[in-house]
């Protein structure tokens, strides 16, 4: 059961790791909730290939969509952030925008690499 369970566990723990290193500050959150956006993306992600997996049968064409969905995400994100800042912070939706496709961007990234990650038997 464990063994199962592992590389969903690890790409979740990749993740967050990541965002606690910087790694989603320097991509472009915001710095007070660069590290919150994995710790709610990260866990749903893994639940995503955890499904995924055992749900499709072409488990390679479930990660690149992943991957693609994680690079739309960014796109999204980095436009949220352009157009809030660009209305000094008045724009709540632009905000909202940046927030949550910073979340999905931990999600997909998280569903990516627990897809990429050989299966345990």
Same mark, same amino acid.
Request: proline share 3%.
């Given at each position: ?56 049968? &072409?488990?390679?064409?479930? !990660?690149? %969509?992943?991957?693609?969905? *994680?690079? =739309? @995400? /960014? ?23 940046? &927030?949550?496709?910073?979340? !999905?961007? %931990?999600?997909?990234?998280? *569903?990516? =690499? @627990? /897809? ?6």
């Amino acid at each position: 059961m464990i063994k199962s369970i592992l590389p969903f566990a690890l790409a979740a723990f990749t993740v967050i790791l990541a965002a606690f290193l910087g790694a989603s500050q320097s991509l472009g959150a915001h710095p007070i909730w660069a590290t919150k956006i994995a710790l709610i993306g990260a866990p749903v992600g893994a639940v995503l290939a955890v499904i995924l997996r055992f749900a499709t049968r &072409y488990q390679w064409a479930s !990660a690149f %969509a992943a991957l693609v969905l *994680t690079g =739309l @995400a /960014l796109a999204m994100a980095t436009m949220g952030k352009t157009r809030f800042a660009a209305s000094y912070a008045e724009d709540v939706q632009a905000g909202q925008l940046w &927030y949550f496709g910073w979340i !999905a961007v %931990a999600l997909f990234a998280t *569903t990516t =690499l @627990a /897809l990429l990650l050989p299966k345990r038997r």
